[in-house]
Structure formats: C-alpha cells, structure tokens
C-alpha cells in the first residue's frame, strides 16, 4: 500500500459535506431542533438511515485514523457553519464517532 494513499482523504471530506447537507435538510438549524426534546418517531428513522449509511461508507472504504479525523473535522466545521451550536454538534459528531 502507498502511504500517500493513506493521507488520501479526497472521499471522505466530500462524504461529510454530504452528510452535514442532509443533516441540515432533515433538521434544519432554523427549526432549533436542540430545544425540541426527543425527536419524533419519523426524524429518528431518517437520522437511523443516515447512520447507517455513514457506517457502510466507513467499512466500504476501509476508513483508517486519519480519514476518520477529516471526516470528522469537515462534518463539524460544515455544522458550525450552518449556524448549529456547538454543543448540539459535539453531540452529533460523539455519535456519529462511534458508528465509524
């Protein structure tokens, strides 16, 4: 294996930009969903698919250390700029950690 290949993280920087855009589509940021209390029944399903999708993608491309860290890294930054507050991100991503 290349090592340069190892730090190729091209993929998984531009999966997390998709994920922060679904995530925004699913649970805008104007809707202040961190104020809601547990989410309805419908929004958790679609959040279980998207972590499901996340997992796939992290086992399908074999996701080692550093890609995980910029798939990380991106996601939260691509939240803090859609105006989500950090600790409702910090929570996110926490979740999200564990599924990679």
Do not use: C
């Amino acid at each position: 294996m290349n090592i340069l290949h190892w730090f190729d993280s091209r993929n998984a920087v531009q999966f997390a930009k998709t994920v922060a855009q679904e995530i925004r589509s699913l649970s805008p940021p104007e809707s202040r969903p961190w104020e809601k209390g547990p989410a309805n029944v419908k929004e958790t399903k679609k959040m279980e698919k998207l972590f499901s999708r996340i997992y796939t993608f992290s086992r399908e491309k074999k996701l080692n250390v550093y890609t995980k860290a910029r798939f990380l890294n991106t996601l939260r930054w691509e939240m803090t700029d859609y105006g989500y507050p950090p600790d409702h991100t910090s929570h996110l991503i926490g979740v999200i950690a564990t599924k990679l």
